[in-house]
């Protein structure tokens, strides 16, 4: 019996009846044989963390625009709050924790640079359908690995795909916004309660708000800190969670749920929307809009950025050069974006 198989016939002994273990995975795109050491969802996350995307996502924005602290959150710290409170509520549950981490490590490797700022201009410049979820998913199909992608298990690519529905609700109802694995299901959850809690934290650092600004029902019901909040939210789900015809109904209660839904939207309406941060998120807009456009009529230019050679290289067959410049746009990171746009755009002095 390899170490796999054994670990495989351990988790049949702690992963619940209504989670997913690794032996019930309904296997990968394309067929390959399993390795000796790893279960099928380790594979995956050891596939993710290896990834050039997900290196990337350490220079891509999460909320607030080339930093200057040390301590404000990138796309990749909010990738790894994700991953943990995902891991916390799996092990809590009795679920697969690999499953879910694997699902929160990806997450976000389509999203691209300067935050939601990224997300909305492609939406408008290439495709009203862009959707960072949409994209990532892409990225470990097609973009990752020359184009072979990382070929990742159906659960793990099910969990990436639907682990956000913008501004939806928190706990969705619908079954065509659920993810088919109840760990799946929790990295929506995770997502949501990592951000209200950095983004906040972040906001007050910043000075964009001040702590007594935040409603008093929120601060009164979740908590004070960082850790209180998050505590009261995990404890939650897990406390109203029940089991209901032999699967797991993820719940929580109203007051705490009204206390998340009512901080998101204070967060939409005095950070996301706030002057300081949504005059840089329009500056961003127009440089993501004006590098596309210089992109779809500069095939040559293009051609000689390295990752955009990449993006090329792994797109599908008969891809139209919108697509391809669509990837390169939502591949770079923060910094290379204002790097090109300088080199673009601005005069460059003799020597």
Avoid: W
Wanted: proline fraction near 3%.
């Amino acid at each position: 019996m390899s170490i796999r198989e054994q670990f495989e016939k351990r988790e049949q002994g702690f992963v619940a009846y209504y989670g997913c273990p690794s032996v019930s995975s309904k296997g990968r795109l394309k067929p390959e044989e399993p390795c000796p050491i790893r279960t099928a969802f380790q594979v995956d996350r050891d596939r993710i963390v290896y990834a050039n995307a997900f290196r990337r996502l350490k220079h891509k924005t999460q909320v607030f625009l080339s930093p200057l602290g040390d301590h404000y959150r990138t796309r990749m710290t909010h990738t790894l709050e994700v991953s943990e409170i995902a891991r916390t509520i799996a092990r809590a549950l009795r679920l697969n924790e690999d499953l879910a981490e694997a699902i929160a490590l990806g997450h976000d490797l389509g999203h691209p640079p300067f935050g939601h700022s990224g997300e909305t201009a492609l939406k408008e410049i290439y495709a009203a359908h862009f959707s960072h979820n949409k994209q990532s998913l892409r990225v470990v199909d097609v973009l990752e690995k020359n184009g072979q992608g990382l070929n990742l298990t159906r659960e793990v690519r099910d969990g990436i795909l639907k682990h956000s529905k913008g501004y939806g609700e928190i706990i969705p109802n619908s079954q065509s916004e659920k993810a088919a694995t109840i760990e799946g299901q929790i990295v929506r959850i995770a997502d949501i309660m990592a951000y209200l809690n950095h983004d906040l934290d972040d906001a007050i650092r910043s000075g964009v708000i001040e702590a007594s600004q935040v409603p008093a029902t929120c601060t009164q019901i979740l908590g004070l800190t960082h850790s209180q909040r998050a505590t009261t939210m995990i404890r939650d789900l897990l406390d109203q969670s029940k089991i209901r015809n032999e699967q797991i109904d993820l719940k929580m209660s109203s007051d705490v749920y009204g206390a998340m839904a009512e901080l998101r939207s204070f967060l939409y309406d005095h950070v996301y929307r706030s002057a300081k941060v949504h005059k840089d998120f329009v500056k961003a807009k127009k440089l993501l809009s004006e590098l596309y456009d210089y992109f779809l009529t500069h095939e040559n230019v293009l051609k000689s950025e390295l990752m955009a050679m990449e993006m090329a290289q792994c797109a599908d067959n008969g891809s139209a050069p919108s697509r391809v410049v669509c990837d390169f746009i939502a591949s770079i990171t923060d910094r290379y974006a204002l790097d090109l746009y300088t080199r673009l755009f601005f005069p460059s002095p003799l020597v």
